[in-house]
């Protein structure tokens, strides 16, 4: 197990760092998303976004109409 502060290789199932005394149990428990996991939200948030906008579109198309016919 590497210790994230000063990079030194400690044994697997270690819980401090021995060379610096850091808690490396702490660490590996805070959860940090990988690439996959954004790539993941960022097309879940560009879907909804789309979605999100054709349905405005529908909605919106006979006010947007009745606006250009009465200017
Ligand atoms: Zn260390």
């Known amino acids: 197990m ?3 502060k000063c990079n030194f290789v ?7 760092c021995v060379k610096c ?8 428990k805070i959860w940090v998303p ?4 954004y790539i993941k939200t960022i097309i879940i948030i560009y879907v909804v976004l789309i979605i999100l906008f054709v349905v405005a579109s529908i909605l919106l198309k006979p006010y947007v ?4 016919e009465n200017w």
């Open 65 to 68: 109409r009745n606006i250009v």
């Open 10 to 16: 400690n044994k697997p199932n270690a819980k401090f």
């Open 34 to 37: 990988d690439a996959k996991w």
């Open 2 to 4: 590497k210790c994230p």
């Open 21 to 28: 005394g850091y808690e490396l149990l702490l660490k590996e």
